[in-house]
C-alpha cells in the first residue's frame, strides 16, 4: 500500500509540472513570444499603410486585425506614426512599432489589454572629474 501511494505520488507531481506549462496566458506566466503556440493571436499577420497617422487610429486598427485590446496612455496617444506592414506576424509588427516610437507596454497578468506608454530611458548622469597628475613630466 505504502509503495502503491508512492507512485502516486510522484505520478501527480510530474502531472503537475506539465500542467504548469500548460498554464493559460496571464496564470502568473510572463508574455513569451517564442511560444506562439501558447497564443494564438501571435500566429496572425496583419497589414496596415499609415502616414502621419495618430496612435490612437493607428493601434485602433491593429486591434481590429489582431484581436487585442490596447489603451494608449495620455503622453503616447497623440503621437505621429508613419508605417507600411505588409503580412508581418503580429508580435513583430506590435515590437517593431513600439520600439520605432521609444514605446512600451504594461500587461498585467490575468488580463488581455495592453497598456501602451512611452518608454522611460533613465537620462545618464555624467560626472567630470579632475585628476591632479604627480610625477608626471611632458616631453
Known amino acids: 500500500m505504502n509503495k502503491i501511494f508512492r ?4 505520478a501527480l507531481i510530474g502531472l503537475c509540472a506539465h500542467i ?3 498554464a493559460p496566458p496571464g496564470a502568473g506566466l510572463e508574455l ?3 511560444s506562439v503556440f501558447l497564443y ?3 500566429q496572425k499577420t496583419i497589414s496596415m499603410d499609415f502616414k502621419n497617422a495618430q496612435l490612437n487610429d493607428v493601434l485602433k ?3 481590429q486585425q489582431s484581436g487585442m485590446n490596447f489603451i494608449a496612455g495620455t503622453d503616447a496617444a497623440s503621437l505621429s506614426i508613419n508605417l507600411y506592414l505588409d503580412n508581418v506576424p503580429v508580435d513583430e509588427a506590435l515590437e ?3 520600439s520605432a516610437n521609444n514605446l512600451t507596454y504594461e500587461l498585467k497578468p490575468g488580463s488581455n489589454i495592453f497598456v501602451v506608454k512611452r518608454l522611460d530611458v533613465p537620462a545618464k548622469n555624467l560626472i567630470t572629474r579632475v585628476y591632479r597628475l604627480k ?3 611632458v616631453g
Open 7 to 10: 507512485v502516486l505520488l510522484i
Open 20 to 22: 504548469s506549462f500548460l
Open 32 to 34: 513569451d513570444t517564442s
Open 40 to 42: 494564438p493571436e501571435f
Open 61 to 63: 486598427v491593429f486591434s
Open 96 to 98: 517593431r512599432i513600439l
Open 135 to 137: 610625477n608626471a613630466s
